[in-house]
């Protein structure tokens, strides 16, 4: 039962619209309605500069790390799947968020957080393989895409299959939430991170 619960509590965490919230309390604009329309920290950015956008992906990160360490904690040994559990969960809140019609954001600071959660080196391994791209492309989903696909390689390697099983997934969901995007950086009409 309280795994069960875990993994709900999860969900719900993950599914909090923290860019939704911070447009709309401290700029009163819908963060929906800017931009390319997405809820997390790069249309922040675009629309709302750096401070606001920092404060989003630090919020979207903690949603995904926390479910994580609550579950670690409780499962140790004996459950070692419900700390990924429970990260596949927070993810897929904020993907599919009940409170803005099961439409959410990408998924990306909050796989983050549970990267940092579950191993650290995959998160380390995403945040150097994103800011290579996105330092040469200037494309912020080239490299949300290109470093969810290593950081699930390493997930296995440095936390177990379960861990990997987890990356494996969070590559796919991220990979298609960015379906329109890959199909924009093909035709070469995808929006740079920075204008």
Known sequence: MIPALIIAGGFLTGSIPFGVLVSRWFFRI??????????????????????????????????????????????????PWLGPAAGAAAILGHVFCPWLRWRGGKGVATHLGVLIALAWPAAFAFALVWFGIVAATNFSSAGSVAGTLVSAFVLWWAAGP??????????????????ENVARLRAGTENPLRR
């Open 162 to 179: 379960w861990a990997g099983a987890y990356g494996a997934f969070a590559f796919l969901l991220i990979l298609w939430t960015h379906r």
């Open 30 to 79: 819908d963060l929906r309605a800017q931009g390319s329309g997405n809820i997390g920290a790069a249309n922040a950015l675009r629309t709302l500069g750096k401070i606001p956008a920092l404060v989003v992906l630090v919020l979207d990160v903690l949603k995904g790390a926390l479910p994580v360490a609550v579950g670690a904690g409780y499962g140790g040994d004996a459950l």
